[in-house]
Each structure stands twice: as C-alpha cells, then as structure tokens.
C-alpha cells in the first residue's frame, strides 16, 4: 500500500500553522483579565509616634586588625570588654546594627571570637545582639568602586 504520491517529500504541511499562532495570540491578549496597578502603599507614622524620642547614634564598629587587635567605635579593646560596651547600647535601642569589619589580612579566628562573644551575649549578659552584619571582601570591592576607597579603612581615620 502507498500513501504517498511519487515525487512528493515526506513534510509536514505548516504553511498555516503562524496564521493559527497568531490568532491564538489575539484570542489570549482579548480575553486575559489584567489586575490594575495600585501604586505604592505607605505606612504613615500614627500620632502617638511622633512623640516618641529617635536615637541618632550610628551602627556600632567594631574592626578586627591584621594583629588580632580590636577596634570597637574606634576604641581599643579587648574581646572581654565588648560586651560592657554593648550592653548599654543594646538595652536602648536592641535593633542597633553591629558591623563586624575584618581585615583582609587578618586571622579568620579572630573574627569568629569576636563573632562568638556577640552571639553569647543573651546567655551571659541577657541581651541580644540582634543585627551583626560582616562585611564580604566582595562587598568591601563594590563600596571600593562606589566611593573610591574603603569606607571601613577610613572609619576611625575621621574621613
């Protein structure tokens, strides 16, 4: 039995098929139900809001030289006194950031002490070190790009 004529290729005919896709297209756009855009809602402040006292003071520095050595607000200390300089920071304003800037060059346990005395702080003081952000060296580059130098270097140095 043949089924095809002598001469004729073996193809499927799609001569219509973008005809078909393009109306299918149409049919969809025409009957797609799109939401409207609402814009962007605002949490405004209450009342009893604006007389609450805000607490400018910045994020707490704490920098961990290439020696081990510790910078916390620009202040030499040692790793036992962090926690008597947190605790009246943390108990006025507990969602008070802590930057935890190492130094390239420095050892990663010194970092990881410093990182362990602020997460036991709940257990051995009763409050909570909360917000403890740790700067990536790719992280680090990118400020480098944006502002043309480490703004984490230049913490202490008043600039």
């Not at 007389?51 to 510790?70: C, H, M, R, W, Y």
């Not at 050892?107 to 990182?115: C, G, K, L």
């Amino acid at each position: 039995m043949k089924l095809r004529k002598a001469g004729e290729s073996p193809e499927i005919p799609t001569s219509s098929l973008a005809d078909i896709a393009f109306l299918l297209i149409i049919f969809f756009m025409v009957t797609a139900v799109f939401s409207a855009t609402k814009g962007l809602d605002f949490q405004l402040p209450k009342a009893e809001d604006q007389n609450k006292q805000t607490d400018t003071e910045e994020a707490v520095f704490i920098k961990v030289s290439p020696d081990g050595s510790l910078l916390v607000d620009c202040k030499d200390m040692e790793l036992g006194g962090i926690l008597d300089y947190l605790e009246p920071k943390l108990t006025r304003d507990a969602e008070k950031n802590v930057i935890l800037y190492t130094d390239a060059y420095a050892e990663y346990q010194s970092m990881i002490s410093v990182y362990d005395v602020l997460w036991t702080a709940e257990k051995k003081r009763g409050f909570k070190v909360k917000n403890i952000s740790v700067p990536t060296q790719s992280e680090i580059r990118e400020y480098i790009d944006i502002f043309g130098y480490n703004p984490f270097e230049s913490q202490c140095e008043g600039g």
